[in-house]
């Protein structure tokens, strides 16, 4: 898969008007990102269906197409039990009028399903060609450890899907290293920390109308990254994106490339030339100082 995804979350299908999210889907594909990720939870089924009717006249071999399950869909649909599998891919299958999905995630753990009855579940929609393989998002090492003991063994896993970013280096400590032993490789989520790795928002000041943190349905998740002294640490990073003449976002997404465990870091863009500039970050390679530098910035 492409080393860029096009993510929908916050954005598809609620955040951003549709107009402007067909621009973002086929400037990405036209620009050589194959890569799709999506979820039944996400707009409730609006973004799958948006992303559905888009990249319907492309020929589905051109793309790889990734969606997910766990969250809650009614009050009594949601989890990884086996009936919410089958029920949840289908109705996932129909909303993206297409027969099969190339990567179906576990959007979460569930504790309230044996984790057999879900590895079983997910081994017969790939053995139905529904899906062609599986991965998981947010799973500890400790989950993704027990699923590669069963006994007898289902389809493995392919994929983890944390979040990964110059501000939230978590995954480093246990996931990738145990994914990496395991042949699971990452295609990570917000490694622009939800664009405040861009540069785009000023410590102290009002954020321009038409951004993510300015918006309510995008807004409400960015938490402790748009405080003031994430913000400050951030703005530091400028003069060494401009030493190596790239973006803010070509920086920070060339740092999560650096990863040998990223496949693919998925991006959410509300106008095109973003996703432009995001996949020219593709191929940018940062040298030992400059990793080193970004360290002592951001602490």
């Known amino acids: ?3 860029i995804g096009l993510g929908s979350w916050l954005t ?8 402007q999210a067909e621009a973002c889907v086929n400037a990405a594909l036209d620009a050589g990102v194959n890569f799709v990720d999506t979820a039944n939870v996400y707009a409730h089924g609006a973004a799958e269906e948006f992303l559905g009717e888009v990249l319907a006249p492309r020929p589905r071999d051109s793309y790889v197409l990734a969606t997910k399950l766990y969250f809650p869909m009614s009050p009594t649909d949601r989890g990884l039990s086996r009936e919410q599998i089958h029920r949840q891919l289908d109705d996932s299958l129909r909303r993206l009028r297409t027969d099969y999905v ?3 995630q576990c959007h979460r753990y569930d504790t309230e399903t044996p984790l057999e009855e879900t590895m079983t579940a997910l081994s017969e929609v790939v053995r139905a060609g529904k899906a062609r393989a599986i991965g998981f998002s947010e799973w500890s090492a400790d989950q993704i450890t027990a699923s590669l003991g069963l006994s007898p063994p289902s389809v493995k896993f392919i994929s983890s899907q944390p979040q990964y970013s110059m501000l939230w280096r978590y995954p480093e400590r246990n996931v990738f290293p145990l994914c990496a032993a395991n042949g699971i490789s990452q295609v ?3 490694p622009l920390a939800q664009g405040v790795l861009t540069g785009k928002y000023a410590p102290g000041a009002r954020p321009a109308a038409d951004t993510r943190m300015a918006s309510a349905e995008m807004g409400w998740a960015m938490g402790q990254v748009s405080s003031d002294a994430v913000l400050e640490r951030v703005q530091r990073l400028r003069p060494v994106a401009e030493r190596l003449d790239i973006s803010m976002a070509q920086l920070a997404l060339a740092w999560v490339l650096r990863e040998p465990n990223v496949a693919s870091a998925i991006i959410g863009a509300s106008r095109p030339e973003q996703v432009l500039d995001n996949t020219a970050a593709s191929g940018v390679e940062l040298d030992a100082e400059t990793l080193a530098e970004i360290d ?3 602490g």
């Open 102 to 104: 190339d990567l179906y």
């Open 296 to 298: 002592r910035i951001l």
């Open 12 to 19: 598809f299908g609620a955040g951003v008007a549709r107009a």
């Open 1 to 3: 898969m492409s080393e």
């Open 188 to 190: 990570v989520w917000s």
